[in-house]
């Protein structure tokens, strides 16, 4: 399902294969990536093949990508996916590191939030983030969360795990 969001500065829509080269350049730069969970993409066939494997038709899942309106480029990506073990959202998001501290993620993800609330109705929302990210810490306390619990997660190919919070908002 192809989706469509405006703020102020950004334009949030779906992502395809077309825009490998885009979500290359952040997906690649080791600034970006270094909490990521997934690991570094080295070629941009790797993130091509991501791309392939999305399911941008999922119900339980929005994301999207940040374009910035007064350029048209895009930028980052992010999104909400229903986690049933918390019975909550989890929000996930990367940015490219020239873009880093200018608002862009709180205003990204407070549309999204409040476009799937209209959607499907939300009653929490959670974000984890290693414990050295304070940069993350800031955009979950800009989108109203504060802590719940201590916890770990580990990069996908298991190259690194991080000691985390977990932050969580009730609606």
């Not at 969970?37 to 339980?60: A, C, F, M, Q």
């Not at 999104?79 to 590191?97: H, M, S, T, V």
Request: hydrophobic share 35%; net charge negative.
């Amino acid at each position: 399902m192809v989706r469509r969001i405006e703020t102020d500065r950004l334009i949030l829509r779906t992502v395809t294969v077309d825009d490998a080269e885009d979500i290359f350049k952040w997906a690649s730069d080791p600034d970006v990536n270094k909490f990521m969970i997934y690991p570094l993409h080295k070629d941009i066939e790797v993130t091509k093949e991501w791309l392939r494997s999305r399911d941008i038709d999922g119900n339980d899942e929005f994301d999207l990508g940040f374009v910035l309106k007064e350029t048209g480029e895009l930028i980052g990506q992010g999104g909400i996916f229903y986690k049933e073990d918390l019975d909550a959202w989890a929000i996930g998001y990367n940015l490219r590191k020239e873009y880093w501290g200018q608002g862009l993620v709180p205003e990204a993800m407070k549309a999204i939030i409040d476009y799937v609330d209209k959607e499907k109705g939300i009653h929490a929302i959670v974000g984890e983030f290693a414990k050295d990210n304070s940069k993350s810490r800031r955009v979950m306390e800009k989108l109203g969360m504060t802590y719940w619990k201590d916890c770990q997660y580990s990069k996908f190919d298991g190259s690194a795990t991080f000691d985390a919070y977990l932050y969580k908002r009730e609606f």
